[in-house]
């Protein structure tokens, strides 16, 4: 009885272990099966993704399916050889040449009457600006009258004595006092009427009846009043400073080049100007002057002559401005800025470099950037590179 009981247990223990080995074998099928699915699905969506691969350090390889270029709207193009220049960002002002700029002032002074003028007023060349009053002006017109018509006088009594001595009938100190006396009167006539036309009092049509105290104060240029500095009533002392004015007959562009980039410059170099305020809208001008010398701030003055007339017309002297200086233009090859993908320190470009059914095959090439311009990037590649070759121009910065 003993011995059957023992058979039985040995039988449950069996059966037991067994059971527990099954599940243990279930357990692990299960576990592969959801493993092996896990991978197909996992395989499945790797052969859909942009696939790359490293050879090494310098190169990678891409491949772009067909879909994905068109899905990404990606576009090819090839390497342009352009004339390009390196451009300087400079800064400047409207400026007008120094002929262009006039001070009026009084010669003599005077009190300032008929003074009508306002800043920014259009003046023309030779209108009367305001009027000086000064009696003084009343007594140089009079010596004036008084002296030249006591010349025809001395200048007949001087030839008399001349004729006189030449007969010894005279003595030569009588053709010397006479001869003094004309020449000294001829000068006072000169100086008078010098004076009289620094005061714009026209000697030819001055006579006893038109003496007056009034002086007019014309303008020497055609432009406009930039400043005023006296008013109706006030007395202008001689030399005082009374307006200020400008001509935009001709102005310039002024641009401020550091000491650096001194060397740089040539007479005929073009310049894109804007306004900072406006950049889509520019211009452009020449340089027609560099500075000698450089200031105490390490800068050189450059003048530019604007090329179009009526853009220099719309110029406001005093304008800022800022501008692009276009260097000794050189030869590169050009490819638009988005074909240029940065990876950490270097900048690569994608070249194809296989088509098949599936896709393309693009290979990164390292190049070395350049100048920029409108869109434009100057590159140079590390390797030699076929000027037929097609390069992604849009969508590689998403690929690498």
Not at 116 to 142: H, K, S, W
Not at 256 to 280: C, H, N, T, Y
Request: charged share 25%; with cysteine.
């Amino acid at each position: 009885m003993a011995a059957a009981a023992n058979h039985f247990r040995i039988n449950l223990s069996y059966l037991l272990m067994k059971s527990r080995i099954i599940q243990s074998l279930l357990s692990y099928s299960l576990l592969l099966g959801i493993l092996s699915w896990s991978s197909c699905g996992q395989n499945q969506k790797e052969s859909d993704a942009i696939q790359v691969s490293e050879a090494s350090e310098e190169e990678q390889s891409v491949f772009l399916t067909k879909e994905q270029f068109q899905t990404m709207k990606m576009e090819w193009g090839q390497l342009e050889t352009r004339i390009f220049s390196e451009e300087l960002s400079l800064q400047g002002m409207v400026r007008v040449p120094v002929e262009g700029m006039q001070d009026i002032s009084a010669y003599f002074g005077g009190y300032v009457s008929g003074l009508t003028l306002i800043e920014g007023q259009a003046v023309n060349r030779g209108q009367v600006l305001f009027y000086l009053e000064n009696p003084e002006f009343v007594r140089i017109q009079q010596d004036y009258l008084e002296t030249k018509s006591q010349l025809a006088f001395l200048k007949a009594e001087y030839e008399r004595q001349e004729t006189l001595y030449a007969e010894q009938i005279a003595a030569q100190k009588s053709l010397l006092k006479a001869q003094a006396d004309y020449e000294s009167a001829r000068a006072k006539v000169a100086s008078l009427k010098q004076q009289l036309g620094m005061i714009n009092i026209d000697t030819e049509k001055l006579t006893p009846e038109t003496i007056r105290s009034k002086a007019p104060v014309t303008s020497p240029i055609s432009g406009f009043v930039e400043e005023i500095f006296v008013v109706p009533g006030a007395f202008l002392p001689a030399s005082g400073r009374a307006l200020s004015l400008l001509s935009r007959s001709h102005m310039h562009v002024e641009l401020i080049v550091f000491e650096k980039d001194a060397m740089k410059l040539r007479m005929g170099q073009k310049v894109r100007i804007s306004s900072p305020d406006s950049r889509e809208t520019s211009f452009e001008a020449e340089i027609y002057v560099i500075g000698q010398s450089v200031n105490q701030e390490r800068q050189l003055m450059v003048h530019a002559h604007v090329l179009d007339p009526e853009i220099e017309r719309s110029l406001v002297p005093g304008m800022y401005l800022e501008a692009k200086l276009q260097l000794d233009p050189q030869e590169g090859q050009m490819l638009p800025s988005t074909a240029v993908v940065e990876q950490g320190e270097k900048n690569y470009i994608l070249v194809l470099s296989e088509e098949n059914d599936r896709g393309f095959e693009l290979e990164a090439i390292e190049v070395e950037l350049g100048t920029e311009q409108d869109g434009m990037i100057q590159v140079k590649p590390l390797s030699a590179i076929d000027q037929e070759k097609k390069i992604l121009v849009k969508g590689a910065f998403s690929l690498l």
